[in-house]
Structures are given as structure tokens and as C-alpha cells.
């Protein structure tokens, strides 16, 4: 067979090289996208093994050390006075007041006279008597050494502190004219002091009677040295 160099193949005689280059563009397309889709994949599995290779995050609460618990500051022990601060040794208080005697009394008249410092009270004319009364009325007179009386008025107390600071102001030897419900003060011949409270003050055809409770109260006694 003779070939002719100026001969041009038909329409027919082209179609299998052009499926040729389809094929050969096909295949490279392909070779592309599968050398695409392994590098995509390659790098995914790098970073899920980044990923899992990171520790996981801890809290700290559940790995740092609980801090030790508060001890509270001690108190400094009290401190002991020195010489100078040491307190003094205080005097030991008087004993409380004692009371003697207590009870009633009657004063008849100026043949009565009572003395104040005996137990119980005595009565009639002699040495020692600290009160008589009058023969014409109701009064009362100091009848032996040292002996004051006075009208207890409106004091804070009436007690031994009140009699005695009444007595020490108002202490006279005689009181003129006693009425029911006077409460009268007596220093007596010993130092004591007595308290008179009258029930009754009359005049009698026969002579003033005077009726009185009576306390009487011993002097504090002095402080003793241990």
C-alpha cells in the first residue's frame, strides 16, 4: 500500500486519538485529586496524634498540697507585777457592829433611873445610871459622866450610824419634853450608844411614865494584826 504524504485522515480516522487525549486528561485529573486527598488525610492524622499526645489539664485544687491549717496565736502568759506594782496588803476590816441588848424599858417618874450598859438594862438610883426622869413631866436627863441624848430626826438611817452622828451634832444632857413615837439616842457612860423608840409619853397623877424599846449596840471592835 502507497501513502500518499498530502493525505489528511477523516473526520472517522481522528476519533480514537481524541479519546486517547480524554483519557490521558482523565487520568491525571484523577492522579491529582487522589494525591490531594492523601496529603489532607496525612496532615489529619498529624494533628489528631498532636492532640492526643497533650496531657490533660489538671485543676489545681486537685494537684497542689492543701495549705496547712491556721494555728491561732497563743496569748502571751499575764505578765506578774513587780515590786512596785504589787498590791498592798489591806487592813483587815472592823468586825460588823454587835447588838448588846434589845428589849423594853419603863421610866417612872424621877425615883427611876436605868443603866444603859448593863444586861439587861438595870434600874434604880446608884452609880453607873445613865438616864432618869422627871417628877412633873415627861423628860429624860443624863445621870452619869459622858452621857448625851438627842431627838433623832430625818436621817438617812436610823441605825447606830445614824443615833451616833445625831449625838455627835445635837448631843445635849437633857430632853425637856419626850413625846409617843420619838425615837431618842443615848451615848452611854461606857462609850455605847443605845437607841430609845417611845411607845408612850403620859402624865399620871402620880408621876410621867415613859415606855420605850431599846436597842443597844457594843463598839466596833478594833482590827486585829495577822
Known amino acids: 500500500m502507497t501513502t500518499d504524504p498530502d493525505h489528511r485522515p477523516g473526520p472517522e480516522e481522528d476519533i480514537p486519538s481524541r479519546h486517547l487525549q480524554i483519557a490521558t486528561v ?26 492526643a499526645a497533650a496531657p490533660p489539664a489538671t485543676s489545681p485544687s486537685s494537684s497542689a498540697p492543701a495549705p496547712p491549717p491556721a494555728v491561732p496565736p497563743s496569748s502571751p502568759p499575764p505578765s506578774l507585777p513587780t515590786a512596785e506594782e504589787a498590791p498592798s496588803s489591806t487592813p483587815s476590816s472592823p468586825s ?30 446608884g452609880a453607873g445610871a445613865d438616864l432618869v426622869g422627871d417628877w412633873l413631866k415627861t423628860s429624860l436627863r443624863a445621870s452619869g459622866a459622858g452621857v448625851q441624848l438627842a431627838v433623832l430626826g430625818d436621817v438617812a438611817t436610823t441605825g447606830r450610824a445614824g443615833c451616833q452622828e445625831t449625838l455627835a451634832t445635837q448631843g445635849t444632857g437633857e430632853i425637856e419634853y419626850v413625846r409617843t413615837g420619838d425615837t431618842v439616842c443615848v451615848t452611854t457612860s461606857q462609850g455605847r450608844v443605845a437607841r430609845l423608840q417611845v411607845i408612850s409619853a403620859m402624865q399620871t397623877s402620880t408621876a410621867p411614865i415613859i415606855r420605850a424599846t431599846v436597842t443597844v449596840w457594843d463598839p466596833p471592835q478594833a482590827p486585829q494584826d495577822n
Open 26 to 51: 482523565a487520568a491525571g485529573g484523577v492522579a491529582v485529586i487522589l494525591l490531594g486527598v492523601i496529603a489532607w488525610a496525612g496532615l489529619r492524622g498529624d494533628d489528631g496524634q498532636g492532640q
Open 96 to 125: 460588823p457592829v454587835r447588838v448588846r441588848w434589845r428589849g423594853q424599858i419603863v421610866i417612872n417618874g424621877s425615883s427611876d433611873q436605868a443603866d444603859l450598859d448593863s444586861v439587861p438594862p438595870r434600874k434604880g438610883a
